[in-house]
Nanobody, 127 residues
Framework: QVQLVESGGGLVQAGGSLRLSCAASGRTFRTYTMGWFRQAPGKEREFVAAISWSGGRTYYADSVKGRFTISRDNAKNTVFLQMNSLKPEDTAVYYC????????????????????WGQGTQVTVSS
């Protein structure tokens, strides 16, 4: 059983920064693409960023491109999301998730293709 635990959320003013972390259990972390998603009240869960199992490829939603950076440390079973220049519309619960297939090419961004999810961490950006 894989467990994902997010941390790092909080309240920040517009223009500020936060760094989210997602710690994963299990010895196969390094063979799976990891993704970050978010869900705002009344809205569907949406893709934010993903990183390939090796860390060599990253993908971003257009809404966060240039402001957010996803990275991973396979030695520590952890994936990160550095969020800069935050906007009120970034307010949401942020979730990390693991691809359901190992060493998949290309990197996928569809929520249905991720099988393990964390409990989420709240990010609130005030104007």
């Amino acid at each position: 059983q894989v467990q994902l635990v997010e941390s790092g959320g909080g309240l920040v003013q517009a223009g500020g920064s936060l760094r989210l972390s997602c710690a994963a259990s299990g010895r196969t972390f390094r063979t799976y693409t990891m993704g970050w998603f978010r869900q705002a009240p009344g809205k569907e869960r949406e893709f934010v960023a993903a990183i390939s199992w090796s860390g060599g490829r990253t993908y971003y939603a257009d809404s966060v491109k240039g402001r957010f950076t996803i990275s991973r440390d396979n030695a520590k079973n952890t994936v990160f999301l550095q969020m800069n220049s935050l906007k009120p519309e970034d307010t949401a619960v942020y979730y990390c998730a693991r691809d359901r297939r190992p060493i998949r090419v290309p990197v996928i961004t569809t929520p249905a293709e991720f099988d393990y999810w964390g409990q989420g961490t709240q990010v609130t950006v005030s104007s």
